[in-house]
Protein backbone atom coordinates (compact mmCIF):
# COMPACT_ATOMS: atom_id res chain seq x y z
CA UNK A 1 0.00 0.00 0.00
CA UNK A 2 1.20 3.20 -0.77
CA UNK A 3 2.12 5.64 2.04
CA UNK A 4 0.21 8.79 2.13
CA UNK A 5 1.98 12.36 0.93
CA UNK A 6 1.10 15.22 3.12
CA UNK A 7 2.06 18.33 2.26
CA UNK A 8 3.12 21.28 4.59
CA UNK A 9 0.04 23.30 2.93
CA UNK A 10 -2.33 21.22 5.18
CA UNK A 11 -0.57 21.67 8.10
CA UNK A 12 -0.25 25.87 7.41
CA UNK A 13 -3.89 25.58 6.29
CA UNK A 14 -4.98 23.99 9.39
CA UNK A 15 -3.05 26.37 12.12
CA UNK A 16 -4.69 29.58 10.51
CA UNK A 17 -7.73 27.76 11.03
CA UNK A 18 -7.34 26.47 14.65
CA UNK A 19 -4.04 28.80 15.75
CA UNK A 20 -3.16 25.82 18.10
CA UNK A 21 -3.25 21.93 17.90
CA UNK A 22 -2.78 18.54 20.15
CA UNK A 23 -1.21 16.39 18.38
CA UNK A 24 -4.05 13.95 18.33
CA UNK A 25 -5.71 16.84 16.13
CA UNK A 26 -3.00 16.87 14.13
CA UNK A 27 -2.92 13.40 13.03
CA UNK A 28 -6.67 13.21 12.78
CA UNK A 29 -6.55 16.17 10.04
CA UNK A 30 -3.82 14.75 8.45
CA UNK A 31 -5.21 11.11 8.10
CA UNK A 32 -2.11 9.83 9.76
CA UNK A 33 -1.61 7.57 13.13
CA UNK A 34 1.93 8.74 13.06
CA UNK A 35 3.54 11.01 15.31
CA UNK A 36 6.68 11.19 13.74
CA UNK A 37 4.83 12.16 10.22
CA UNK A 38 3.66 15.12 11.79
CA UNK A 39 6.53 15.97 14.05
CA UNK A 40 8.36 16.27 10.04
CA UNK A 41 5.77 18.64 9.61
CA UNK A 42 6.30 20.69 11.82
CA UNK A 43 9.90 20.85 11.73
CA UNK A 44 10.12 22.02 8.55
CA UNK A 45 7.96 24.87 9.27
CA UNK A 46 8.81 26.04 12.66
CA UNK A 47 6.58 25.27 15.42
CA UNK A 48 6.23 25.39 19.08
CA UNK A 49 4.92 23.73 22.20
CA UNK A 50 2.88 25.13 24.75
CA UNK A 51 4.87 25.49 28.56
CA UNK A 52 1.73 25.22 29.92
CA UNK A 53 -0.64 21.87 29.47
CA UNK A 54 2.09 19.69 29.48
CA UNK A 55 3.72 20.85 26.31
CA UNK A 56 0.32 19.30 24.93
CA UNK A 57 -0.21 21.89 22.61
CA UNK A 58 1.35 23.27 19.59
CA UNK A 59 1.84 26.44 17.15
CA UNK A 60 3.54 27.37 14.11
CA UNK A 61 6.52 29.82 15.37
CA UNK A 62 5.14 33.08 13.25
CA UNK A 63 1.73 32.79 14.85
CA UNK A 64 2.37 33.78 18.43
CA UNK A 65 2.28 37.53 19.19
CA UNK A 66 4.36 37.94 22.22
CA UNK A 67 4.14 40.46 24.62
CA UNK A 68 7.26 42.29 25.85
CA UNK A 69 8.73 39.51 28.12
CA UNK A 70 8.01 36.75 25.36
CA UNK A 71 4.71 35.07 26.88
CA UNK A 72 1.47 34.63 24.29
CA UNK A 73 -1.37 33.51 25.73
CA UNK A 74 -4.18 32.04 23.53
CA UNK A 75 -7.10 31.44 26.34
CA UNK A 76 -5.37 29.19 29.31
CA UNK A 77 -2.65 27.86 26.93
CA UNK A 78 0.45 29.37 27.31
CA UNK A 79 3.95 29.95 24.85
CA UNK A 80 6.89 31.35 25.39
CA UNK A 81 9.83 32.33 22.44
CA UNK A 82 12.26 30.71 25.31
CA UNK A 83 10.47 27.08 24.62
CA UNK A 84 10.14 25.60 27.45
CA UNK A 85 8.82 25.95 31.06
CA UNK A 86 12.11 25.58 32.71
CA UNK A 87 14.25 27.64 29.90
CA UNK A 88 11.81 30.24 30.54
CA UNK A 89 11.77 30.50 34.18
CA UNK A 90 16.12 30.46 33.84
CA UNK A 91 15.55 33.30 31.48
CA UNK A 92 13.01 35.44 32.94
CA UNK A 93 15.15 35.46 36.26
CA UNK A 94 18.67 35.59 35.18
CA UNK A 95 17.61 38.71 32.94
CA UNK A 96 15.16 40.46 35.62
CA UNK A 97 16.59 43.47 37.81
CA UNK A 98 15.67 42.03 40.93
CA UNK A 99 14.96 38.33 41.01
CA UNK A 100 11.50 37.01 41.43
CA UNK A 101 9.60 35.04 44.06
CA UNK A 102 7.92 31.85 43.10
CA UNK A 103 4.42 33.90 43.92
CA UNK A 104 5.71 37.03 41.24
CA UNK A 105 6.48 34.24 38.56
CA UNK A 106 2.94 32.56 38.57
CA UNK A 107 1.45 35.73 37.98
CA UNK A 108 3.96 36.68 34.92
CA UNK A 109 4.16 33.05 33.50
CA UNK A 110 0.33 31.99 34.54
CA UNK A 111 1.40 28.64 35.70
CA UNK A 112 2.69 27.14 38.60
CA UNK A 113 6.65 27.13 39.08
CA UNK A 114 7.92 26.26 42.75
CA UNK A 115 9.08 22.68 41.29
CA UNK A 116 10.64 24.25 38.74
CA UNK A 117 12.57 26.52 40.73
CA UNK A 118 13.59 24.15 42.99
CA UNK A 119 15.11 22.20 40.19
CA UNK A 120 16.76 24.96 38.81
CA UNK A 121 18.32 25.53 42.20
CA UNK A 122 19.08 22.33 42.87
CA UNK A 123 21.29 21.88 39.15
CA UNK A 124 22.88 25.68 40.58
CA UNK A 125 21.34 27.32 37.38
CA UNK A 126 19.78 29.47 39.76
CA UNK A 127 20.35 30.92 43.50
CA UNK A 128 17.70 31.34 46.08
CA UNK A 129 17.76 33.32 49.08
CA UNK A 130 15.42 33.96 52.22
CA UNK A 131 14.93 38.14 52.04
CA UNK A 132 12.22 39.09 54.98
CA UNK A 133 10.31 35.88 55.32
CA UNK A 134 9.85 35.12 51.47
CA UNK A 135 12.18 33.53 49.35
CA UNK A 136 13.54 35.03 45.99
CA UNK A 137 15.75 33.33 43.12
CA UNK A 138 18.60 35.31 41.54
CA UNK A 139 21.08 34.43 38.62
CA UNK A 140 24.17 32.62 39.34
CA UNK A 141 26.22 34.94 37.93
CA UNK A 142 28.42 36.75 40.68
CA UNK A 143 27.96 40.24 39.57
CA UNK A 144 24.36 40.19 38.67
CA UNK A 145 23.19 38.49 41.62
CA UNK A 146 24.75 41.11 43.84
CA UNK A 147 22.87 43.48 41.75
CA UNK A 148 19.73 42.14 41.98
CA UNK A 149 19.53 41.17 45.60
CA UNK A 150 20.49 45.11 46.04
CA UNK A 151 17.42 46.28 43.78
CA UNK A 152 15.15 43.78 46.32
CA UNK A 153 16.43 45.14 49.30
CA UNK A 154 15.46 48.72 47.72
CA UNK A 155 12.39 47.65 46.75
CA UNK A 156 11.62 46.44 50.22
CA UNK A 157 12.80 49.44 51.89
CA UNK A 158 10.91 51.60 49.85
CA UNK A 159 7.77 49.60 50.22
CA UNK A 160 8.49 50.70 54.27
CA UNK A 161 8.81 53.83 53.27
CA UNK A 162 5.69 54.25 51.41
CA UNK A 163 4.04 53.18 54.76
CA UNK A 164 5.96 56.28 56.79
CA UNK A 165 3.67 58.28 53.90
CA UNK A 166 0.78 56.71 54.14
CA UNK A 167 1.22 55.71 50.78
CA UNK A 168 -0.39 51.47 51.77
CA UNK A 169 -1.16 50.88 48.04
CA UNK A 170 2.73 50.84 46.97
CA UNK A 171 2.76 47.68 49.61
CA UNK A 172 1.82 44.59 47.45
CA UNK A 173 -0.57 42.61 49.24
CA UNK A 174 2.51 39.33 49.07
CA UNK A 175 5.07 41.54 50.43
CA UNK A 176 2.96 42.21 53.15
CA UNK A 177 1.71 38.39 54.15
CA UNK A 178 5.53 38.10 53.91
CA UNK A 179 6.65 40.70 56.41
CA UNK A 180 3.38 39.82 58.77
CA UNK A 181 4.51 35.89 58.45
CA UNK A 182 8.25 36.95 59.25
CA UNK A 183 7.33 38.51 62.22
CA UNK A 184 4.88 35.74 63.40
CA UNK A 185 7.93 33.74 63.36
CA UNK A 186 9.32 35.81 66.50
CA UNK A 187 9.13 35.95 69.93
CA UNK A 188 7.67 38.89 71.25
CA UNK A 189 11.04 40.72 72.10
CA UNK A 190 12.01 40.00 69.05
CA UNK A 191 8.98 41.17 67.53
CA UNK A 192 9.29 44.68 69.19
CA UNK A 193 12.72 45.64 68.47
CA UNK A 194 12.23 44.23 64.71
CA UNK A 195 9.59 46.82 64.66
CA UNK A 196 12.10 49.15 66.77
CA UNK A 197 14.55 48.47 64.26
CA UNK A 198 12.45 49.25 61.30
CA UNK A 199 10.69 52.74 62.79
CA UNK A 200 14.54 54.08 63.47
CA UNK A 201 14.96 53.14 59.70
CA UNK A 202 12.30 55.55 58.67
CA UNK A 203 12.44 58.33 60.76
CA UNK A 204 9.35 61.06 61.85
CA UNK A 205 6.53 58.29 61.07
CA UNK A 206 7.55 55.57 61.62
CA UNK A 207 6.12 54.80 64.92
CA UNK A 208 2.48 54.56 63.00
CA UNK A 209 3.89 53.51 59.99
CA UNK A 210 5.12 49.75 61.22
CA UNK A 211 2.39 49.73 64.44
CA UNK A 212 -0.51 50.30 61.20
CA UNK A 213 1.64 47.66 59.29
CA UNK A 214 1.92 44.84 62.16
CA UNK A 215 -1.38 46.08 63.91
CA UNK A 216 -0.14 46.38 67.33
CA UNK A 217 0.36 49.66 69.13
CA UNK A 218 2.64 52.50 68.46
CA UNK A 219 3.65 52.26 72.23
CA UNK A 220 5.11 48.87 71.62
CA UNK A 221 6.67 49.92 68.16
CA UNK A 222 8.01 53.02 70.53
CA UNK A 223 9.13 50.43 73.12
CA UNK A 224 11.09 48.43 71.01
CA UNK A 225 12.93 51.69 69.52
CA UNK A 226 13.97 53.10 73.04
CA UNK A 227 15.44 49.96 74.10
CA UNK A 228 17.53 49.76 71.33
CA UNK A 229 18.74 53.56 71.80
CA UNK A 230 19.34 52.37 75.31
CA UNK A 231 21.04 49.17 74.46
CA UNK A 232 18.28 47.76 77.04
CA UNK A 233 17.91 44.48 75.74
CA UNK A 234 17.58 40.98 77.30
CA UNK A 235 19.79 38.47 75.95
CA UNK A 236 18.54 34.98 76.86
CA UNK A 237 19.13 31.98 75.51
CA UNK A 238 15.71 30.18 74.44
CA UNK A 239 15.27 26.53 74.31
CA UNK A 240 12.49 25.17 72.73
CA UNK A 241 10.04 23.14 75.05
CA UNK A 242 11.40 19.32 75.18
CA UNK A 243 14.65 20.66 73.49
CA UNK A 244 18.28 19.67 74.93
CA UNK A 245 19.86 16.69 76.48
CA UNK A 246 17.47 13.91 77.51
CA UNK A 247 17.64 13.66 81.49
CA UNK A 248 18.98 10.81 82.93
CA UNK A 249 17.13 8.80 85.34
CA UNK A 250 19.13 8.13 88.54
CA UNK A 251 18.57 4.22 89.91
CA UNK A 252 18.20 4.05 93.67
Not at 34 to 43: C, E, H, Q, S, Y
Not at 202 to 222: E, K, N, S, W, Y
Request: hydrophobic share 35%; with cysteine; net charge positive.
Amino acid sequence: MRTPIFTLDEVTTYFKAHTIATMTELKDALGTNTDMTVFRKLNALGYLSSYSHRGKYYTLTNIPAFNDSGVWLYGDVCFSMHGTLRNTVEKFVSESSGGYSAAELCNELHVEVKSTLLDLVRCKKLFRELINGTYFYFSTMPEIQRQQVLTREDQYSASLDALANEDTRTLSDHLRAAIILFVSLLDEQQRRLWAGLESLRIGHGGDTAIARLLRITPQTVARGRKELLKNDVEVQRVRREGGGRIPIKKNT
